[in-house]
């Protein structure tokens, strides 16, 4: 059997979620056809976690020994929210040791990861983006003019981030420059978004050689005052509903577009897109190349509502790769 190495950790504070979603994909890989081992990536270490023991990984061929005996790994399964596993960074490692994994290549990684870049790119293409402004650390930068430009409220990110830590909803412009300080303790770069209201919607995808699944359409009802990370991973604070209560024609448009910006951005893998429907009008919000795979995460609700078996759809993504 292949060895299939599930990737989880990572460099940011979305590693506390890191570890929700590898119980996920752990449960997810059909243990009859896989030998599946969980695999940390932190700053303090690379290693495989078996029965609540750590195996150094050697990095020169992503490989381990356990009872005297190396374990190659075959495929690597990402599960990684935020840096190196989702902006290219450990993509760029695997491909240098030919081993195959579950996400886009390096360059589709770092564009995506970069919602700033992705956002402006994809909007020469045609894709709806609300209006922002980027700000870096270390540069200067005038809280009116950005009032002026974008109006409140508006959304102050991380720019470079994987979930949802270091936003804020900011509603009067003295609440600005916290903010921004606030995201910057995530990412150098800052984005600042104008605030679109409206229906808040998400849509997971893959494709493989042979075909490709476009998910039922979820739609989100935060209870707080957005779709933050305690509505993230509280229920009780979160409605979830797939289908989307969206008519046929806006949910047949956000897949369209969903499938196309896979294709602009050369996605490999389960990719999910959020996007907020405002005056019947589709704004695209972020693409997430490693989304979160937890057991009552949106895709595992999607692979059901889709009437798919979630074993056979991560087979079909390790097997797309490895043949």
């Known amino acids: 059997m292949k ?22 994909v752990m449960s997810f890989i059909d243990e009859t056809r896989y030998n599946r081992y969980p695999i940390l990536i932190s700053h303090d270490k690379w290693c495989a976690v078996i029965d609540n023991q750590e195996f150094p990984i050697d990095k020169n061929d992503f490989s381990f020994t356990k009872d005297d005996k190396k374990v190659k790994i075959d495929f690597a399964y990402i599960t990684i929210h935020g840096t190196p596993g989702e902006d290219g960074l450990l993509q760029g490692y695997l491909s240098m040791l030919n081993i195959p994994h579950s996400t886009c290549d390096v360059q589709a990684a770092s564009i ?43 959304f102050v990110k991380p720019n470079a981030g994987g979930s949802s830590f270091g936003i804020s ?30 229906t808040e919607v998400t849509c997971g995808l893959y494709k493989t050689k042979g075909k490709q699944e476009v998910f039922p359409v979820t739609e989100v009802v935060s209870k707080n005052e957005f779709f933050d990370f305690e509505a993230k991973y509280t229920a009780s604070k979160v409605e979830e509903i797939t289908p989307a209560r969206i008519e046929d024609a806006a949910r047949d448009r ?24 405002s005056n019947n009008k589709i704004f695209l919000l ?10 009552t995460s949106f895709i595992p609700q999607q692979i059901e509502a889709a009437g798919l078996n979630i074993k056979n759809v991560f ?5 797309n790769e490895l043949n």
């Open 286 to 295: 972020e693409v997430n190349t490693t989304p979160g795979m937890t057991v």
């Open 169 to 198: 909803k900011v509603k009067e412009a003295s609440q600005l420059k916290s903010a921004i300080e606030k995201a910057f303790t995530e990412s150098d770069e800052v984005i600042i978004e104008q605030f679109i209201g409206g």
């Open 112 to 154: 995506s990861f970069n919602k700033f870049a992705c956002n402006t790119y994809l909007k020469g293409f045609g894709v709806a983006v609300a209006d922002s402004v980027l700000v870096r650390k270390g540069n200067s930068y005038n809280d009116k003019d950005i009032v002026e430009q974008l109006g409140l409220p508006c």
């Open 254 to 277: 956000i897949q369209s577009i969903s499938s196309l910006i896979y294709d602009i951005l050369g996605c490999k893998g389960i990719v999910r897109i959020d996007y907020i429907i």
């Open 315 to 319: 087979s079909e993504i390790i097997e």
């Open 3 to 24: 060895n299939i190495g599930v990737i989880y950790g990572g460099y940011s504070s979305e590693i506390i979620v890191s570890e929700k979603s590898k119980e996920g």
